[in-house]
């Protein structure tokens, strides 16, 4: 009832006004906890893309050089060690939220803030007048064109961050994304693109994978990045850039990365053998075909890479017919299920995925309507080829649980399983209920049921 009325408050509400309201709620905050984003230096984060896993590496580089540091992101917030909760499906707080996490790591003696600054956030004023003494750009696709509309409309919502940067402060842009880099320089202009540090994957050398980390030099001085996926190089160089505009030498980062514990739910590691067992957040096309490249690294012999994702539901339409096709293209086998469905239907979603996959060459090999189904279903995993595709249509929490059972079924010695979409997240939203998941969680059932036990 709650979310109807929200969802009927903005249709006969102008997003002008709305505006102005979180303007005014941001100003109520900041009046009432003492304008604390003026007694810390701010650092803000945004891209389609890396977003929380560059806001995670500022953090840590930060705070391993010994800077009092905090974070607001997509994951959690931290002051310091202390961890506080945000809600779910956020990345930037609402206003009034906001001034009172930054007040909190005021009186934690925060010194830095990293914020994680999504294009809603920012074109919905969700930041007030908050200014950063450096921002980070780590790229610009296409993604929320359900809100945005176009790229352009959207690469603008990202362009305020720039603009809500000092006069003196700094802008670190991904050179490697040139459509991006383009736009950027000349939307904003010489004022601001003068004022830009870039950064590019194609100023490393000696790029390597060993042992889980990805080995590269920059400049003189070697790093090496305890994580998997070669885009993360990217999201390291610009952690890099930001702490050496704030004073810390490379070297003292090169330490630090070493150290970095990555985070939950981006290409986290669940099991290893037989086969390999990874949960990602990818949820836009983009991030899926840098997650599957990255999975297909890692698949053995002949080895199959078996993904598990859907798409949400009251968002871009577009992504879905996409992400089907980028599933069949960079995966072997792929198992649609559900992400968020919401008040939509979720067979007619993932409708769509199929036609994107269908047109990649996937063969539809079954499609489960109920939990009985599944559990009727007899499987022979040696018949399994590559191109086939399986389809979860259940509207429940138990559809995403039977759907990666059901890869874990599948599976053998030298696959790998990747699920994607949920990531940290910790529920899955039917209609408008969010109900308690974690595809970790699904991931320990799915071992358990099949007697594994080397869940790490």
């Given at each position: 009832m709650k979310n109807s009325l929200v969802m009927f408050l903005k249709l006969v509400i102008p997003e002008s006004l709305r505006k102005q309201w979180r303007y005014f709620l941001s100003f109520l905050g900041a009046v009432r906890y003492?304008?604390?984003?003026?007694?810390?230096?701010?650092?803000?984060?945004?891209?389609?893309?890396?977003?929380?896993?560059?806001?995670?590496?500022?953090?840590?580089?930060?705070?391993?050089?010994?800077?009092?540091?905090?974070?607001?992101?997509?994951?959690?917030?931290?002051?310091?060690?202390?961890?506080?909760?945000?809600?779910?499906?956020?990345?930037?707080?609402?206003?009034?939220?906001?001034?009172?996490?930054?007040?909190?790591?005021?009186k934690r003696k925060m010194e830095y803030v990293v914020i994680e600054a999504s294009s809603h956030a920012l074109a919905q004023g969700r930041l007030g007048k908050i200014e950063f003494e450096v921002s980070v750009f780590t790229n610009i696709k296409k993604d929320h064109l359900d809100w945005h509309k176009t790229w352009e409309n959207y690469a603008k919502s990202k362009a305020i961050l720039?603009?809500?940067?000092?006069?003196?402060?700094?802008?670190?842009?991904?050179r490697e994304d040139k459509e991006m880099y383009k736009f950027l320089s000349d939307y904003l202009g010489d004022?601001?693109?003068?004022?830009?540090?870039?950064?590019?994957?194609?100023?490393?050398?000696?790029?390597?994978?060993?042992?889980g980390y990805i080995n590269f030099r920059l400049d003189d001085t070697n790093f090496s990045l305890p994580m998997l996926g070669m885009y993360n190089v990217e999201n390291a160089l610009a952690a890099i850039n930001v702490a050496q505009v704030l004073?810390?030498?490379?070297?003292?980062?090169?330490?630090a990365l070493k150290t970095?514990?990555?985070?939950?739910?981006?290409?986290?590691?669940?099991?290893?053998?037989?086969?390999?067992?990874?949960?990602?957040?990818?949820?836009?096309?983009?991030?899926?075909?840098?997650?599957?490249?990255?999975?297909?690294?890692?698949?053995?012999?002949?080895?199959k890479v078996i993904t598990v994702f859907g798409s949400a539901g009251l968002r871009d339409v577009q992504k879905r017919y996409e992400m089907g096709e980028t599933g069949t293209k960079y995966a072997d086998v792929v198992i649609v299920t559900a992400e968020d469905p919401r008040v939509e239907s979720l067979k007619e979603i993932n409708d769509q995925i199929i036609k994107g996959a269908e047109k990649s060459g996937a063969n539809l090999i079954q499609r489960f309507k109920d939990h009985e189904e599944f559990e009727n279903y007899k499987v022979d995993k040696q018949k399994v080829n590559r191109g086939d595709?399986?389809?979860?249509?259940?509207?429940?929490?138990?559809?995403?649980?039977?759907?990666?059972?059901?890869?874990f079924k599948i599976a053998n010695?030298?696959?790998?399983?990747?699920?994607?979409?949920?990531?940290?997240?910790?529920?899955?939203?039917?209609?408008?209920?969010?109900?308690?998941?974690?595809?970790?969680?699904a991931v320990r059932r799915a071992i358990s049921a099949l007697g594994l036990d080397k869940a790490e």
């Open positions: 003492g304008f604390p984003a003026r007694k810390l230096k701010l650092i803000g984060v945004t891209g389609t893309s890396g977003k929380s896993t560059t806001t995670a590496m500022i953090y840590h580089l930060l705070s391993e050089s010994g800077l009092e540091v905090g974070m607001i992101s997509t994951v959690g917030a931290k002051a310091g060690k202390k961890v506080l909760e945000t809600g779910l499906h956020v990345t930037t707080p609402d206003p009034y939220e906001l001034q009172k996490i930054l007040a909190f790591m005021v720039a603009k809500k940067t000092k006069p003196d402060g700094k802008i670190i842009v991904n004022t601001y693109s003068d004022r830009f540090i870039t950064y590019s994957f194609n100023e490393i050398l000696n790029i390597s994978e060993s042992g004073g810390i030498d490379p070297k003292e980062s090169s330490k970095f514990p990555g985070i939950k739910g981006r290409m986290q590691i669940m099991q290893r053998e037989p086969f390999f067992v990874i949960v990602d957040f990818a949820h836009n096309n983009d991030s899926l075909i840098k997650s599957l490249q990255s999975a297909n690294k890692l698949k053995s012999g002949l080895g595709l399986f389809v979860f249509d259940q509207e429940d929490v138990q559809n995403r649980y039977d759907a990666i059972e059901f890869a010695e030298g696959d790998v399983i990747i699920t994607e979409g949920k990531g940290h997240e910790q529920s899955l939203c039917f209609g408008e209920t969010e109900y308690p998941f974690t595809d970790q969680e």
